[in-house]
Every structure is written in C-alpha cells, then in structure tokens.
C-alpha cells in the first residue's frame, strides 16, 4: 500500500510538470501573436483532450486560438466542448480520495467561476463576427443566468461578482443593431444600474459614457419623452440625432492579458477547541478559521486536536498589468475615446477570493487527514513515517492552473459613420509614454452596424 501510495505522488508530479511545459509553450506563442503555431501546438498535444484533468483548459484554450485566427464556427464548436464539460463536472470519489492524501491538481480541473462566464462571452463575441444576432443574445443572456445557478449552489460566501453588466451592455448593443430600440433600452439600464452599485463598488469602475449616449438614444427612438429628459438631467449630456444615412462601428478593445496562477503558504496553529469547533489561526496576520469536529469519528478528533502547526497552501493571482494604459479611434480628425467596460483581471481576483472564503475548511481537513496519515505510519514504523512525511511536503501544492489566455479589460466605443469604405487609426498608449497606431478598415452600409474586436496582448515585464 505505501509502494503505491508513492507511485500515484511520484505520477501526480510528473504529470503537473509535463502540463505546465505544454502550457508554456502555447501561452508563449498566443502572448507574441502567433496564433496559427499556437493551434498547430494545440493540434500536437491532443493529450490535453485526453486528459480528463486537463481537458477543459485544452477547449478554452483552442476555442480561444481558434476566435483570434478569425475561426469563429469553430471556435465555437470547442467552446460548445468546454461548456458541455463543465455542466457535466461531477465529482469523482477515487479522485476525491487521491486529493485527499496528495493536492487539488489530483482532480479534473473546475474552471473559476468567471472563466465558465467568460466562455458565454467568446461565444457571443463569435455569432455577432458571424452575423448571427440571435445566437449571440442567447450568449449574453447565459452570463447573467449562469451566473445566478453558480452563486445558487453556495450556501455560504456566495460570490460578489454576482451580476454582469456588460453583458447586459453587450446585448442592448445588439438589440440596437437589429433594430429592436425597446429591448436596447432595457438592456442598457440594467447595465447603467449594475455599474452604478456593483461595479463601483468591487471593480472602481463606473458606466462608460457611450453606454449612457446609447440608452438616451433607444430611449428617443422608442419615443420615451419622460426617460429621455429624465436621463439627460442624470448625465448632464444631450441625446444623440438619429442619422439614418449614416452606420455604425463598434469597436471592441481587448487590453493585455490576464493574472495568472501563483501559490502562497500559510502557517496555522492549533488555538484549542471551543463548542465542538478546534481554533487553526495565525496570530501573525490576526486570522482563525473555525473547524466543526461534529462529523469526525472520536479517534479522528483526537488525532486532530492533537496536531499543532499545518501549513495550507493557496493559489493566488498575479497581475500582469499591461502595455498600454488607454487607446483611441480616430477618423478624420476626430478622436474617439475607448473606454473600460469590463475589468476581467479585477473579476478574477474578486472570484478567487470568494472561493477562498468557501473553500478554506476544506483544505485544512485535507492537511490534516495527511498529517494524522503521517502520524500513524510513524507510529507503525519511524522510516515509513518519514517516508510519508517527506510525501507530504513535496505534494502540498494549491492548484495553480488557470485560462491564461484572457485579456486584462475590455474597452468600447460606438463611431458613426458615413457609408461605404472607411479608414480609421486606433491609437494605443503605452504607459509611460510612446503610441503605437494599427489601421483599421470597415465598409459601412447606412442604418447597419459593424462590430470589430481588436486584442492588444501587450504587457509589462
């Protein structure tokens, strides 16, 4: 029993290593651009759908590729992979069992709750390249729901990031684009009351000033005299003419790239039991986490009384902040100004923390079904105690992996103009000084909209 107790650590490791060189190596090319090498390499190491612990990074991933190469039905196919795996997550007891004495990268991978979201957006974003306006709402509407069923499961610490603006925002822009100005409206108050309370309050981010330009619009096209008064005394801004000879472009600025997965340790010391609970804290950074003991058996609450000192390990984020602080569309003359919609690295820690909150518990059971392991084979025999104990040290890890591949922000802005071909100059701004300007072409029909997604990977070193 112990041989193969070593066996499944020494394979848990070598498996972990092996995914993360595979990772580096796509990640390394989507950051530099190379998207076509990147799916090539996707293409190579289809062990990765193969690998039940892997293998909804392996979708998202390529379906994420498959979008930046301008593949949209196919990237959807994988996004369609990855959402059908993570409904159908259920968890596995042998797995269960194999974390319980080794590390949470023992278990198939169960993307953060935001990444499962962000899924519906990729979608959204690829029906509307492919000009299917119904498909792309049904997206946008799924953020929302999924959403409220992720927090419907947790009975304690529900998630904050509990509603989305933008995806609402997005929809009231699809609404005006096929013309439906009411279901615009409504979709853009919900979106202006979500920033004014949640956003603001998580995420420091308030509406942007197109999407109060857009529901004085749909406001004036429905006719709703009251609202569009009332809206325009609210923002101190005049409702926009309609202008039916001239179309739209909305122009969709992916900024940097997302945090990715660290680890960090702490220490916490046994303070005692109290009401059936034993005390683990630290009194260094003030911190206790309360255990029931209730559902343990008599011999494994003495066992656990009698430890003194666990270390848990935890994942954290890193900021990756990026290349460019702001940017800009400009035709003829006239700037238009991209503003932050979405703050997904701001959403990812938020998220994190929320599951930290629900998920502490569970992990010092599971350090302490390992150190009471330990403590009984030291009891049996000194080397094997050892042994174990060596084991436990080197497979103590908080699971790191994560969707690398997201951007940092998403940043927005609607420019009116004229039909036919148009050249316009979207101006990026490095921090710290310095412009970098790509051309931008789109063929405008008069009355239509036209939508464009532009990906900025850079980041900082």
């Not at 020494?10 to 076509?36: K, N, P």
């Not at 593949?71 to 194999?98: C, G, P, Q, V």
């Not at 690829?126 to 306006?133: S, V």
């Not at 436990?392 to 009116?416: C, F, G, H, K, M």
Request: hydrophobic letters at 35%.
């Amino acid at each position: 029993m112990k041989y193969l107790l070593m066996v499944n650590m020494l394979l848990i490791l070598t498996g972990c290593a092996t995914f993360y060189q595979r990772t580096a190596e796509v990640q390394t090319q989507i950051a530099s651009g190379d998207f076509e090498q990147a799916n090539r390499s996707l293409e190579r190491n289809r062990r990765w759908a193969e690998s039940n612990n892997h293998r909804v990074l392996f979708y998202m991933n390529r379906g994420l590729v498959l979008f930046m190469m301008g593949e949209h039905e196919e990237s959807n196919r994988y996004f369609d992979k990855a959402d059908f795996y993570i409904e159908d997550y259920r968890k596995n007891l042998a797995t269960e069992a194999l974390v319980l004495v080794s590390n949470p990268m023992a278990r198939p991978y169960p993307p953060e709750d935001f990444e499962s979201i962000m899924i519906h957006y990729y979608k959204a974003l690829n029906f509307i390249a492919l000009e299917n306006y119904e498909g792309a709402l049904v997206e946008a509407r799924r953020v929302n729901i999924r959403l409220q069923e992720i927090n419907d499961q947790y009975r304690n610490h529900k998630n904050r990031y509990a509603r989305d603006a933008f995806a609402h925002n997005l929809m009231g822009l699809i609404y005006q684009a096929n013309g439906d100005y009411n279901n615009a409206f409504i979709a853009y108050r919900n979106a202006l009351e979500i920033y004014e309370t949640d956003y603001t309050e998580l995420f420091h981010l308030g509406p942007p000033l197109q999407l109060k330009e857009d529901l004085l619009y749909s406001a004036r096209r429905m006719g709703f005299r009251n609202e569009v008064r009332y809206y325009e005394e609210k923002f101190g801004i005049k409702a926009p003419e309609p202008d039916s000879e001239n179309g739209d472009l909305v122009f969709i600025w992916m900024n940097g790239l997302g945090p990715v997965k660290s680890e960090w340790s702490l220490n916490l010391s046994n303070m005692g039991t109290r009401n059936g609970m034993m005390i683990l804290g630290s009194d260094e950074l003030g911190v206790t986490f309360p255990i029931y003991l209730g559902n343990q058996s008599s011999q494994q609450r003495a066992s656990l009384s009698n430890l003194s000192i666990i270390r848990v390990a935890f994942p954290k984020y890193v900021e990756r902040p990026p290349l460019y602080h702001e940017a800009s569309l400009l035709h003829q003359g006239e700037r238009h100004r991209l503003e932050m919609a979405q703050n997904i690295n701001r959403i990812a820690f938020q998220s994190l923390h929320d599951r930290m909150l629900r998920e502490v518990g569970n992990n010092i059971m599971r350090l302490a079904a390992k150190q009471i392991m330990e403590r009984t084979a030291r009891n049996e025999n000194r080397n094997l105690g050892t042994l174990v104990s060596i084991i436990n040290a080197i497979t103590e890890r908080a699971d790191t992996r994560n969707w690398q591949s997201l951007p940092y922000s998403l940043s927005y802005t609607r420019v009116s103009l004229p039909a036919g071909k148009n050249e316009l100059i979207l101006e990026q701004h490095r921090v710290g000084g310095g412009v970098s300007s790509e051309n931008v072409s789109v063929n405008i029909q008069p009355g239509d909209t036209s939508f464009r997604v532009f990906h900025q990977l850079g980041t900082r070193p």
